[in-house]
């Protein structure tokens, strides 16, 4: 029961492969490595085990890990405990889907092909957009991509982006902007939200795009009326980065002017994980589709007059000269995209709201409860979707730690990315807490001093 009888060659197999190459040894494959830089013993490994006595040590690994399935999880910032429904592993562990790539052959991937027009369709029908791609990697990656398609259409380098955009998201961009030449400069804060006469003032006929976040980093719902036309008036493009949870509340960012709408969707039913993989949600109106990055499957008929799929507009990808692309995204989220439109299709447009109602509801429940205690201040006004941030008497550090022992997975400190908010944490509230669980939380909070 040892570990080599799961070894696939036998020594008939070994030797056979290594007379048809011509060696006689596995060594021999290795001779062009210098002596003096090889292993000169054996590997320090420890002994093979036994099937079962493997699972037992993996399982005793894993057990040392802190997740969602043995904590109560506050903390947010980008990554969230959403409720996932089973529906979802059932139709993403079919091997159609898990094991294929990007659809190339579209005569034989008309089943990937229909899912990734359907994910498309559902994210256009969210956001009101008009054409939406197959995904990017995650949110960061879509809101730089959406930037720089600002660029590309209005021929100028330069961005202004809110600092209440996540500062992840803000990283990206910038790492972006750095390798493309591109200027970006950023539009201070006014109580947790986008200064708009700062916006005003910083807008010039060299800005090509102008990012916001709805709601925004601090969960906090941004003022959009007027300030698509701000943007307009000097012929830039609005990106907004948006919640796709809260979409089902808020307007739709094609009713207040949006040009391009990017966001996370890692809340549509994608396990947190270990931070990955996500999903980057990019919609635009039908004027940008050239300028659109990643995979666009799109619906036709074949000779017979059958309805079909096909990958659409791929100059936009590596197919061409790489200068000559409008980007070099060289793969997608498929597979993730298509756990997202399950959930889409399962959780339909009412427990979608729902599902936002209770996030809203729960994160005002929370933040009122966490407020009244002594020590603990509201940061911002205006009502919080989902997230809100407080200040407490202490060290952020120091009371996750507590929280961790009490299995609770504390709020996000936000000194390192905001030096001005001290002792300042960002609690997430999703439909999942319970009232008993916040109860908790604001409980372990009273009593740490």
């Known amino acids: 029961m040892g570990g080599k009888h799961y070894l696939p060659l036998t020594d008939q197999d070994r030797k056979e492969m290594l007379a048809t190459i011509g060696v006689k040894s596995v060594e021999d494959l290795f001779s062009d490595i210098p002596q003096q830089v090889r292993l000169q013993r054996e590997m320090d490994l420890p002994p093979a085990l036994a099937e079962s006595e493997v699972l037992k040590h993996l399982n005793s690994l894993a057990a040392k890990n802190k997740h969602f399935n043995n904590c109560v ?159 307009h008036n000097h012929k830039a493009v609005l990106v907004v980065s948006a919640d796709p949870l809260s979409l089902p509340l808020l307007s739709a960012p094609a009713g207040y002017g949006a040009d391009i709408v990017v966001g996370e969707g890692q809340a549509l039913g994608v396990p947190a994980s270990f931070g990955g993989p996500l999903l980057g949600i990019m919609a635009a109106r039908s004027k940008f589709v050239r300028q659109l990055p990643g995979r666009i499957a799109g619906e036709t008929v074949d000779s017979e007059e059958n309805r079909g799929y096909v990958l659409t507009l791929q100059t936009r990808e590596q197919h061409i000269r790489r200068e000559k692309a409008a980007s070099n995204i060289c793969s997608n989220q498929a597979l993730v995209a298509l756990g997202a439109s399950v959930y889409l299709a399962a959780m339909g447009p009412q427990g979608m709201r729902e599902v936002a109602e209770q996030c809203l509801q729960k994160a005002a429940y929370a933040r009122e409860s966490i407020t009244a205690l002594e020590g603990y201040e509201s940061v911002f006004p205006g009502a919080p979707f989902k997230e809100f941030a407080v200040t407490v008497p202490g060290n952020p550090a120091e009371l996750n730690k507590k929280l961790l022992e009490k299995n609770v997975l504390g709020g996000v400190d936000l000194n390192p990315f905001y030096p001005e908010l001290k002792n300042t944490m960002l609690f997430a509230v999703t439909e999942k807490r319970t009232r008993e669980e916040i109860d908790t939380l604001v409980r372990e909070l009273e009593g740490w001093k």
């Open 73 to 231: 999880s506050f903390m947010g910032a980008g990554v969230y405990d959403h409720f996932i429904p089973s529906l979802i592993k059932h139709i993403t562990g079919r091997s159609e889907f898990y094991t294929c790539y990007t659809p190339y052959q579209p005569e034989i991937s008309q089943g990937i092909l229909q899912a990734i027009f359907e994910y498309q369709t559902m994210i256009c029908q969210l956001t009101g957009m008009d054409v939406a791609n197959a995904s990017m990697y995650d949110g960061g990656t879509a809101v730089a991509e959406g930037a720089i398609m600002g660029c590309g259409a209005t021929r100028r380098s330069k961005a202004l982006v809110s600092s209440s955009v996540s500062p992840f998201y803000r990283q990206v961009l910038k790492n972006y902007f750095n390798s493309r030449g591109l200027d970006l400069e950023e539009i201070p804060l006014k109580d947790g939200h986008t200064d708009l006469d700062e916006l005003e003032k910083k807008l010039g006929d060299d800005v090509a795009s102008v990012i916001l976040q709805q709601p925004n980093f601090f969960g906090l719902i941004e003022e959009m009326d007027g300030v698509a036309d701000l943007v």
